[in-house]
């Protein structure tokens, strides 16, 4: 449970993280991604987790879901940039949606009533949040912006969930 609380205040507070640093949002995401590499490998290595025939058998995928993670790291560290934590975060978490849209597509699985009202109202309350909140009459382009990235990060983990799941 401790490493759960600490996985939350650590993502929770990354938005936090990016708007203090006067890092391009490339740099921070090479740099979150090469500090995650070191430790992932250690404890590959330490724990012999790696298997080298599935990673073979599905490089292809696995090369696509790390372009996904970085390419999503970065939009997402814009985002933040632009609009505010709660909006970026918002778009972002717009991605099951993506996911739930596109999976009788790609997946196969059955578009249920539930699901498509889940989509329906999950667009509408984004709408909402783009069109009508208190940031957008300050500073109309940059929230929009901001939002526009949080949704491509939030296609990205679409993408990514896609990839992944397949």
Do not use: C, H
């Amino acid at each position: 449970m401790t490493f759960i609380i600490i996985s939350m205040i650590i993502w929770g507070s990354i938005g936090i993280f990016v708007r203090l640093l006067e890092l391009p949002s490339v740099e921070i995401a090479f740099l979150r991604a090469l500090i995650a590499s070191f430790f992932l490998l250690s404890y590959s290595f330490i724990f012999k987790v790696v298997d080298i025939k599935r990673i073979k058998k599905n490089i292809i995928l696995l090369v696509i879901a790390g372009i996904a993670v970085g390419l999503n790291w970065i939009m997402l560290f814009q985002s933040y940039r632009y609009t505010s934590i709660a909006n970026a975060t918002i778009s972002y978490y717009f991605a099951p949606i993506i996911v739930l849209f596109l999976s009788p597509i790609i997946l196969k699985e059955k578009m249920t009533l539930l699901k498509f009202f889940s989509i329906l109202t999950s667009m509408t309350g984004l709408f909402v949040i783009m069109y009508y909140s208190a940031d957008n009459m300050e500073r109309a382009s940059n929230n929009f912006l901001g939002i526009l990235f949080g949704l491509f990060s939030a296609v990205l983990y679409a993408l990514i969930i896609l990839v992944t799941k397949k």
